[in-house]
């Protein structure tokens, strides 16, 4: 993997010019180290500097990722076999809150959405393909349309929920309005249990869609022009020109876009929370708001059955992860 | 260049396609126009039932000033600037000197150290939170801003190291070859070679970290409650309480919590977009 544009280092008199720097540099080392006679016996920490500092730069990365990301995931698998409230006695119970989800339908309702959300949001990759293409131009004041459409990526999730859910309301939404105007009636998306996830993803599509966008103009732009050509006078265009000579050239950002969409799709959290708060009947839940529900809200506190539902979730999450990892590991032994 | 120049097409093309793009961008922020059309209405607007009219008189001045003088607002955007900062700083820190690390020195695990950072950046959050609500409990952090701050330099330590690493990789390593030559120490490598090398990468994930942790709502809830220290997306919610079905403030309210990213990344555009099509490019 490399970085597009901002690091073009490899100028021959930039590396000059630094090599000028550290005769300065190393002058400045000798000054402040010992006389020339305990150069025989140098600190043990002198001569393993090569093996030692990338320890000590590495130290408190390691530290607080381990603290704060590597035990948690521990401790949740060993609170999963406990019924606990988060304040009294822990009790062992083995496996009996898997046991319990089995039985659960909000669970099941749960897994039926997350699966919904994975491959509808995975939309966001054709369609953020379809607006790069679209504006792959240079026409004036381009690059200005680019930032406006990538827009509501920045903004965050819970204000894309509020502004969704008022773009639903069934009785001034935005939506009806339109659908008013051509003879359709209300709909109130997100109180009919058939719609409400979908109506949903749309909202969250919105910002991914504007991510892949971003991510195809950039790798759009470092398609080789001598192979488009190439394949000009081969006679190739449009859709051949697109599926045989650039989608094969665009596979890293399709790759990128493809872990931040499935990550993505797996912590939808935020907008259920603020568009439905998980309703109507909990037809809009999905693991990773079912299990902030159990564990952390009026529902009564059992963390045991909410960290059962996180390692379920972690559990799919780790198939792909396991995925990602091998291609980055095929990766890098290529270079 | 794909596809074809328009400039190569016939004029009609040419200015159809000049037409279609502001009309597919009013379309495309459509939902977004419609908040900002709300935050400069004035209430009674609302109350008379015509939410889609143009404006009767301008309301903005009011909406935005009930917002920022008769409402918790600023005291939450106080809170998420008080989160966000020290989070960006501390990130970039750590991950500079894990970068370092990973990206020049060769040793056993560092592969397998540098795999580590980046699934622990894929994880669900859900699988962390019991354990770190927990943890922050313990610690006396539960409800302050610094326990927010510990976990999210933490989890963003993760993206960050990776984009570090991958950034330091590109660079020459002859550079820290003929500095090893002279003699340089090597914290002196990292501090006056390679520091003065990683000012894009740094401005890139500090915009992009101020962002996220900006944007973060499920922290923010499982670790904060209350005013003295939530951030504004989750302060946004007592807010809309407040005023609940008073649209044009709500409006106005959403607007404000979503500004300060929005206006991060108009300012660092280039370094933001870098940041995040980090790879995407061979």
Known sequence: MHLNGICAVNDPEVVQLFQFEFHMIAKETKMNSQPITEITKRSWYKRNEIAITPWLFLTPAILFFLVYVIFPIVQSFQVSAFAWDGLGEREYVGMANYKELLDDPAFYTSLRNNVVWLFMYLLAIPAGLFIALFLNQTVRGIRIYKSLFFFPFVISQVVVGLVFTWFYDPTFGLLNTILGGVGLGPINVLGDPTYVTYGIIA????????????????????????????????????????????????KPATFIAFVVTIVGALRSFDLISIMTNGGPFGESRVLSFYMFEVALSEYGFRLGYGAAIAVVLFMIMLCFIVYFLYSMYKEEKGH | MFPKPIEKSSRSVQIGYQFMIPVAL????????????????????????????????????????????????????????????????????????????????????????????????????????????????????????TGLVLFHVAFQTGFCTLFMRNFIKGLPYALIESARVEGVAEWRIFVFVVMPLMKPAIAALFVLIFTFIWNDYFWAVVLTQGVESQPVTAGITSFNAQFRAAYHLMSAGAIVAALPPVAMFFLMQKHFVAGLTLGAVK
């Open chain 1, 203 to 250: 909202a969250g599509l919105w910002p991914q869609t504007a991510y892949c966008m971003i991510l195809y103009l950039t790798g759009l732009n470092a398609v080789d022009p001598e192979q488009i050509e190439a394949a000009r006078l081969d006679g190739a265009k449009g859709w051949k020109m697109l599926w045989y000579v650039i989608i094969p050239q665009l």
């Open chain 2, 26 to 145: 009013i379309l495309w922020l459509l939902p977004l126009i419609a908040v900002a059309l709300f935050s400069i209405k004035p209430g009674v607007d609302f109350t008379s039932g015509s939410y889609w009219s143009l404006p009767s008189a301008f309301g903005g001045a009011e909406n935005y000033g009930k917002v920022f003088f008769e409402s918790d607002m600023p005291r939450y955007m106080l809170n998420s600037l008080m989160i966000t900062i020290p989070t960006a700083i501390g990130a970039v820190l750590l991950s500079c000197m894990a970068g370092f690390a990973l990206g020049i020195y060769k040793f056993k695990a560092n592969l397998w150290l540098f795999f580590l950072f980046v699934a622990g950046n894929f994880v669900p959050f859900q699988i962390l939170m019991v354990p770190v609500r927990d943890l922050t409990l313990d610690l006396g952090l539960y409800n302050t801003k």
